[in-house]
Structure formats: C-alpha cells, structure tokens
C-alpha cells in the first residue's frame, strides 16, 4: 500500500482517509477488526504494506544492524540487542538515532502511514498520530521482553506495529494478553505484522534458538517531549529494557 501510494500520489494531493481507502479498500475491514480484538495479526502485512515495501524495509534493517559502525544497545540481562533508529527518551523529542532514519521515515513515517494507522486506531482524522519511535529488535537464543505495555514508555502512544524481519528461530512468540482474557501468540515470521493498542499488555517469550530480529513502530498523539519520568523507581531502572 505504501508504495503504490507513494508513487500513485501527485504531490498537490491532500492525504485523507478517503483517498487512503479509494485506493486500499482492505483498510476498511482492517479498522473494524482492530477495533473488535484491539490488536490486527497481517500474515505478510496483508492489507497493509506490499512485498516490495516490506523487502525494502528488512533489507535496509538488516543491512545496517550488521554494518560494523551501527550502534547497538545490549540488554545484558535479557540479552535484546536493540539498534534505535529514531528513538523517543524521557523528557527529550524524537530524534534520528541512525543513518537509515530518514530512509524510515519516508517508507515508514510518511504522511500517509500517520493516517492509515489514526484510521485503524480509531481516532480523529483531523488530528493524525505521529510517528515517534522505530528500533530494530535482534534476540538471540535466551532472550525475551517481559510483559509490558507500551503506554510505560510513553502515554501518548496510540498505535505500535511491529514487522518480523526474520524466519528461522524457535521460541520468541509474541504474546498478547487480550482483554478477553485470552492470550494470543504469534510466531512473527519475516515480513509478518502485529498492529497493537499499546495500552494492551505483552511480552515476548524465550527465544530458544536461532535469531528472532522484528521492528517495533510507535505513533503517538503528538511530536512534542517525552512526559515519561526517567526511572522512577530502582525497578523501573533495573526493567528499562523491558520498556519495548
Ligand atoms: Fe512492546
């Protein structure tokens, strides 16, 4: 979807929620879905983002998380290797974090993105989301993110999306603790997409083998500093990395 937008759209045309569904009709069932399970599970990113779109995404990912000179954070307890692309700190705005971030933010950030997902939410057209946060995950055997939300690192956050960005690992399901009481597990293979309420509770489990690598997405309310308070207690400090 995002590629055909993009090269579909004249420059003079107005993004609306109109013209996303003139052209992506399936935004429509995909609203409704979210809104029935507050949260959408797209094998491949059906619905949402073509091939293409997602090729691209992975192979720019991948690329600079093994290029010699990215910068990578270690959680040393839970082994999450995280590279921060723009990244959305406590008491700062949001701001590049890598080289691949403007290239993010066209394919990722765009305009038309902030609508689509302001659309599926639920939320006022009149006032879009922003988007605030993109890092890349990289979990090898013994990782795992304990249960969060997403809120915890940022009340503003309406909308996370995160795009599976490899296929071979055993473990590592992401687990959604759903407000009817089921838990429901995904196995996020590459190009696969998660659409989550980031009010909604979720963790990911152990990675037993292989190398589980996904691209967690955040858009929030407004683009503005970050209200979260840094560590507020010695736990908040010890579980930062949780904060996924
Ligand atoms: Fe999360």
Not at 58 to 63: M, S, T
Not at 74 to 103: M, Q, W, Y
Request: a negative charge; proline letters at 5%.
């Amino acid at each position: 979807m995002v590629r055909t937008d993009l090269q579909d759209r004249s420059p003079e045309e107005a993004v609306t929620v109109a013209s996303l569904i003139d052209r992506n009709p399936a935004l429509v069932g995909l609203r409704r879905q979210y809104e029935e399970q507050g949260f959408l599970f797209l094998p491949k990113g059906e619905g949402l983002f073509s091939q293409a779109t997602l090729q691209d995404v992975a192979q720019i990912v991948i690329g600079e998380m093994s290029h010699p000179a990215a910068h990578c954070g270690r959680d040393p307890t839970h082994k999450v290797e995280v590279l921060e692309i723009v990244n959305d700190r406590a008491g700062a705005v949001p701001a590049d974090a890598s080289d691949i971030a403007p290239v993010m933010r066209m394919i990722l950030g765009n305009k038309e993105m902030a609508v689509a997902m302001t659309y599926i939410a639920g939320l006022p057209e009149a006032d879009p989301l922003h988007f605030r946060r993109c890092q890349a995950h990289f979990m090898e055997e013994g990782s795992l993110i304990g249960l969060h939300t997403d809120t915890a690192s940022n009340s503003c956050y309406k909308l996370a999306l995160s795009i599976g960005l490899s296929e071979n690992y055993s473990g590592g399901e992401f687990v959604v603790m759903h407000r009817d009481g089921e838990h429901h597990r995904f196995h996020l293979n590459e190009n696969d997409v998660v659409i989550l309420d980031p009010e909604v509770p979720h963790e990911v489990k152990e990675v037993t083998a292989g190398v589980r690598v996904t691209l967690p997405i955040f858009w929030g309310t407004h683009n503005g500093t970050n209200g979260r308070q840094l560590f507020p207690s010695a736990h908040a400090f010890l579980n930062r990395f949780e904060e996924y």
